[in-house]
C-alpha cells in the first residue's frame, strides 16, 4: 500500500521532492535499489538541499556493499543541513540574541 500512494504521489506532482522521496524509501524497501536511487536523485535535481535524500542514498549504497560511495554522499548531507543565509532582520525576529 506505501509503494502505491508514494507511486500515485509521484504521478500527481512529478515535481514534488517528498514524493520522490517517498517513492525512494518504498523502494528500498522492497530491495528495488535501481528505482530507489532513481527517485532519490530525482528529489535531489528538485531540490539540492534535501538532507534526507542524501541521507537515503547513502543508505542505498551502504545496503549495495559501497560504504566509500556512502561516505561521499554522507558528506553532501551535513553540508545540505548548513543554515541557508537570510536578511539579519528575519534572523532577529526569531533569535532575539542577535542584534
Do not use: W
Not at 504521478?11 to 514524493?19: G, I
Not at 523502494?27 to 535531489?44: M, S, V
Not at 559501497?66 to 548531507?77: C, G, M, W, Y
Amino acid at each position: 500500500m506505501a509503494k502505491e500512494n508514494a507511486l500515485l504521489a509521484v504521478q500527481k506532482d512529478p515535481n514534488e521532492p517528498l514524493a520522490r522521496l517517498l517513492a525512494s524509501f518504498t523502494a528500498t524497501f522492497e530491495k528495488d535499489f535501481g528505482e530507489a536511487t532513481r527517485q532519490a536523485e530525482a528529489a535531489l535535481a528538485l531540490n539540492p538541499n534535501a538532507a534526507e535524500a542524501y541521507a537515503c542514498l547513502a543508505n542505498i549504497k551502504t545496503f549495495l556493499g559501497e560504504p566509500r560511495e556512502a561516505r561521499l554522499i554522507d558528506t553532501h548531507f551535513h553540508y545540505s543541513l548548513a543554515p541557508v543565509p537570510c536578511p539579519t532582520a528575519i534572523y532577529a525576529a526569531y533569535s532575539p540574541r542577535v542584534l
